[in-house]
């Protein structure tokens, strides 16, 4: 029950955390707005709040002494990737801050990346938050109270990562896969590259069998016989 809990729970951040890097991109781009700075604060601190949850969770089940070798292992395995998601989250905050302070919202624009698109981003942080409709209140300086409170949420998961080292010593080198690296990518390949094969293969089965053709090579071939006997009675007269 507990493994189960755990890999939904990581299922959740692993989600969460890709949708705050999809919206990280668009920060200091023609589609960054006080609405996206609050879209971004609304879905880090979802994430914070999963990060939190599944460190405890897994905490609390690598601490069980009574526990099986092959459920420490699945546990220490997650608690791996875990840790990763982790230092995924505080990188992608980390770049916000450092985006957000040379390109704040209250200064005439200038944009990082000249796109030539714009747009809105709820439809991202909404499947992140679970929720239909998100409210927005504006603030007229939200770029610079949010990356105060962004500065000092990366502390948080600093510390946050330093706990996680303290209460639980895991070695990543340690921790053997499940699969060989790249297995779910080169199986995706295989099976894309067999059915690309197949597909040809129809295809040239088909067009070999297309009447169209087969007439075309009926009647060169007639051609090319009526050829031969006309040389053969020319060489003949001559």
């Not at 053997?176 to 099976?191: F, M, N, R």
């Not at 094969?197 to 007639?222: H, Q």
Request: charged share 25%; proline share 2%.
């Amino acid at each position: 029950m507990g493994k189960e809990e755990c890999k939904t729970l990581l299922d959740a951040l692993n989600k969460v955390i890709a949708c705050y890097r999809h919206l990280v991109v668009t920060v200091g781009g023609t589609s960054d707005s006080q609405h996206l700075r609050e879209e971004l604060k609304k879905t880090r601190k979802k994430a914070q709040e999963l990060a939190v949850a599944n460190r405890n969770k897994l905490t609390t089940l690598l601490r069980d002494n009574t526990a099986s070798k092959e459920d420490r292992a699945e546990y220490e395995r997650l608690w791996v990737i875990f840790s990763t998601c982790v230092e995924f989250l505080e990188v992608d905050m980390k770049k916000t801050l450092e985006i957000g302070q040379e390109f704040p919202l209250n200064v005439p624009k200038r944009y990082l990346i000249q796109s030539g698109m714009s747009g809105g981003t709820s439809a991202v942080a909404a499947r992140a938050m679970s929720a239909q409709n998100m409210k927005y209140e504006a603030d007229s300086n939200i770029d610079v109270a949010d990356l105060k409170e962004l500065e000092n949420e990366i502390n948080q998961v600093g510390e946050l990562m330093m706990e996680m080292e303290m209460k639980v010593n895991v070695a990543n080198w340690t921790v053997e896969a499940k699969q060989d690296p790249g297995a779910e990518l080169k199986s995706t390949i295989s099976v894309g590259a067999s059915s690309v094969g197949m597909i040809s293969v129809n295809d040239e089965t088909k067009s070999a069998c297309d009447p169209t053709r087969v007439l075309a090579v009926v009647i060169f071939c007639a051609f090319l016989f009526i050829a031969v006997i006309l040389a053969v009675l020319v060489i003949k007269l001559s």
